[in-house]
């Protein structure tokens, strides 16, 4: 291929050869012969008597997967591994404790089919010798089938080849609202339009059928979340056509199709939410700019699209694990890399701090995924100006649904002549402070399994307290903020400005959130740690460290020593607890309030963008 290499050829085969790839096959049969000594009979009976079994299926969803039905019991693998590292983040050496080596090669092909493309679902086989397993993978986990012999059942052989024979895009797992023409050419995106048949505009209001034409380039790329399991999101270029073009105008947009949870805020509900709240707030809404543009935006349940694991009736699926299907399609932003100066970085990083304020003061709405991706802008196109937009809502959380912080504590409930109310059973009796005086505090059941707390955001960007603690903290926004923190950091560690391009830290890449954790503790505790980082910065960059980072760092510094604090004296408050040395309670008790009370207002927008300001 003319102007590229022949390593950027592989990788261009290799990323189409996915692209392209209707389902996986993975045999493992050793070499040598094997002799059929009798004819193989296939019963006509069992064809009809499976097929009429399955008939609606095979009509609406993919029939590789109907298969997978007809052994008498599956085995599901739900969260094994193979889900993204770039959002919900999880420790990646969790083991597929449950295949076998040559099972795990194949779903690793599943993975990697998952991985490319705009797909709901990926289907596939493992042969082994003359064991035949059929497997089926969507965003929520893996099923596979019983072993069948191949001689010894050959119908459902014959009826796999027949129903790949027949499937269609959509029915191998493809994106059902993807329309490829007649005479589609392998490896592009030429003629495929992408039909929404009943959208919802940027005020909620129903539009009905809307349709864009992909246009995918060199210039503008589709751009996969990495991982079959979790939201699998597919970034996709489109321009509007027809209604679209009568709707939104003759421009370039995202579209944006994921699986997210059911359970989980609706982004674009979110997104609609937060630029009417600022839009009515006649102090915030000079930063409506900094907020995503939401175009419009669809969303269905996994019956609206047909997904085959509706059909499976004797897999399990928690209802907290349920996802649906959803688009969004939204202004088209630059990357922070194609910033051309040091200059424009901190514009853009100043606005998107205003705007993340003001969805949070005036919405109620916590981003929760701050990071390097989710920082874009665009340029005004009267002036040239940046105009920093804040992205990606889809793990925001509005206010109402988040929990306590961690280092919160009760406060002491109505006293006796010791200074503590104490309860019959020799307990410290204490209430939550937002009671009133003297009423007691109702103890929350614990959360049910299904209801755990998950650590959301990006591995390098989160919180130390996210990557470091052993019960999952609640999102607070002190944790965006140091978020914040993490992308300057990223920034002038690794921009070029002469190539746009943003090198990663390697040292906050590893796969284990503690060890990231660990070390970005040393980089605000240790003057080694942090010139080792910033060793490769830019000259300019380097100068927005001494600005910026050098003053920032004493904040967080500041923090770390707090909660250190709170812990020590957490310590000795459940020591004298379990003493019922009620007055050291009541002392102890009154120091670790007011340490959390200090802690509360040390990180702040207020505090973190004085220290901006002061260069």
């Known amino acids: 291929m003319e102007g590229l290499d022949a390593e950027d050829v592989d990788r261009h085969n290799y990323k189409h ?6 389902g996986i096959g993975e ?3 050793q070499p040598k012969r094997s002799r059929v000594k009798n004819p193989l009979c296939i019963y006509l009976s069992k064809l009809r008597l499976h097929a009429a ?3 609606s299926m095979l009509s609406s969803t993919a029939s590789v997967p109907v298969l997978a039905k007809i052994p008498k019991r599956k ?21 597929f404790s449950d295949l076998s080596d040559k099972e795990l090669q194949t779903a690793k092909y599943l993975n990697e089919l998952l991985s490319h493309h705009v797909r709901s679902y990926g289907t596939g086989f493992l042969l082994d010798q003359t064991k035949m397993t059929l497997w089926y993978c969507d965003r929520m986990g893996l099923v596979q089938s019983e072993p069948f012999d191949i001689f010894k059942n050959f119908e459902y052989l014959v009826l796999m080849v027949a129903a790949l024979a027949k499937a269609n895009l959509s029915t191998l797992g493809f994106c059902p609202f993807l329309e490829l023409p007649s005479r589609h050419q392998d490896h592009t995106f030429d003629g495929v339009s992408l039909n929404l048949p009943d959208a919802t505009d940027s005020e909620g209001e129903r539009i009905g059928p809307v349709a864009f034409d992909l246009d995918v380039n060199k210039s503008r790329k589709l751009i996969n979340g990495y991982g079959a399991i979790g939201r699998g999101t597919a970034v996709i270029p489109v321009k509007t056509i027809g209604n679209s073009r009568a709707l939104f105008g003759d421009k370039n947009l995202r579209a944006k199709i994921a699986w997210p949870q059911e359970d989980r805020d609706a982004e674009d509900e979110l997104i609609r939410k937060i630029r009417r709240a600022i839009d009515e707030n006649d102090e915030a809404r000079r930063y409506l700019k900094h907020i995503v543009d939401l175009k419009c935006s669809l969303t269905l349940s996994m019956e609206d ?13 928690a209802s907290s694990h349920r996802r649906m299907w959803r688009a969004l399609v939204m202004e088209e932003y630059l990357p922070l890399q194609l910033v051309d100066s040091v200059d424009e970085f901190k514009e853009v990083f100043k606005h998107v701090l205003h705007g993340h304020r003001w969805a949070w003061e005036a919405a109620g709405v916590l981003h929760r995924d701050v990071s390097i991706y989710n920082v874009m802008f665009y340029r005004d196109t009267e002036t040239g100006k940046v105009i920093g937009v804040l992205c990606d809502w889809d793990l925001a959380q509005e206010r109402d649904r988040l929990g306590p912080d961690l280092f919160e504590i009760p406060t002491i409930a109505k006293t006796s002549g010791d200074g503590v109310h104490e309860n019959t059973d020799g307990a410290v009796g204490t209430e939550r402070k937002d009671h009133p005086p003297g009423q007691g505090t109702e103890i929350p059941e614990p959360l049910p399994r299904d209801a755990a707390r998950y650590r959301t955001g990006t591995g390098p960007f989160m919180a130390i307290d996210l990557l470091t603690e052993k019960i999952t903290p609640e999102h607070q926004y002190r944790y965006d903020l140091e978020s914040f923190f993490y992308v300057l ?3 002038c560690a690794g921009f070029r400005p002469e190539s ?9 890449q590893t796969p284990n959130l503690t060890d990231i954790g660990s070390r970005k503790r040393e ?23 001494s600005e910026w980072i050098d003053k920032l760092y004493l904040l967080f510094a500041d923090l770390l020593g707090s909660t250190i604090t709170i812990r020590n004296l957490q310590l000795k408050l459940d020591a004298a607890e379990k003493s019922n040395h009620l007055r050291k309670v009541e002392r102890y008790h009154k120091k670790t309030q007011k340490a959390v009370d200090r802690m509360h207002k040390l990180v702040t927008f207020k505090s973190f963008m004085r220290r901006l300001r002061k260069t």
Not at 75 to 95: E, I, L, T, Y
Not at 530 to 542: D, F, M, N
């Open 75 to 95: 085995r599901h693998a739900s969260d094994v591994g193979m889900s993204s590292s770039s959002k919900r983040a999880k420790n990646a050496d969790q083991p």
């Open 27 to 29: 045999i493992k049969k």
């Open 489 to 491: 950091v990223w920034f």
């Open 17 to 22: 050869h996915w692209n392209d790839a209707g």
């Open 305 to 317: 699209v047909r997904l085959p694991r509706i059909f499976m009736d004797d897999v399990p699926l």
């Open 523 to 545: 980089f605000i505790v240790n003057d080694g740690e942090r010139a080792q980082v910033l060793r490769s910065a830019h000259p300019e960059c380097k100068n927005l460290a």
């Open 53 to 55: 079994a399955s008939s």
């Open 500 to 508: 746009h391009d943003i090198e990663p830290i390697t040292a906050w």
